[in-house]
Nanobody, 115 residues
């Protein structure tokens, strides 16, 4: 079955960095776009970054220049590097894949930015 497992979240001070990982299984990872979303309490879910099968990337304006998405198809893993973190980056971060019209989500990992 399709599984996405995130890790790497935590509590970090403003200006700090984290690396989030998304390990996939149950589908041909290399063939699909992988998305990272985040959702803060009381807010709508926001698409943060995406990476296509060829390595092309897109970012939300709010994270451009601070976050970097990458993938290793052999390891079936995608990463989201979060740099220069701000309190407004506090959210649950989840990876997502759409397989033939059906969305799959990981369980999410909490990122809290606070002094």
């Amino acid at each position: 079955q399709v599984q996405l497992v995130e890790s790497g979240g935590g509590l970090v001070q403003p200006g700090g960095s984290l690396r989030l990982s998304c390990v996939a299984s149950g589908f041909t990872f290399s063939a699909f776009v992988i998305n990272w979303y985040r959702q803060a309490p009381g807010e709508q879910r926001e698409l943060v970054a995406r990476i296509d099968s060829g390595g092309g990337t897109n970012y939300a304006d709010s994270v451009k220049g601070r976050f970097t998405i990458s993938r290793d198809n052999a390891e079936k893993t995608a990463w989201l590097y979060l740099n220069n973190l701000k309190p407004e980056d506090t959210a649950v971060y989840s990876c997502h894949v759409n397989l033939r019209g059906r969305p799959y989500w990981g369980q999410g990992t909490q990122v809290t930015v606070s002094s």
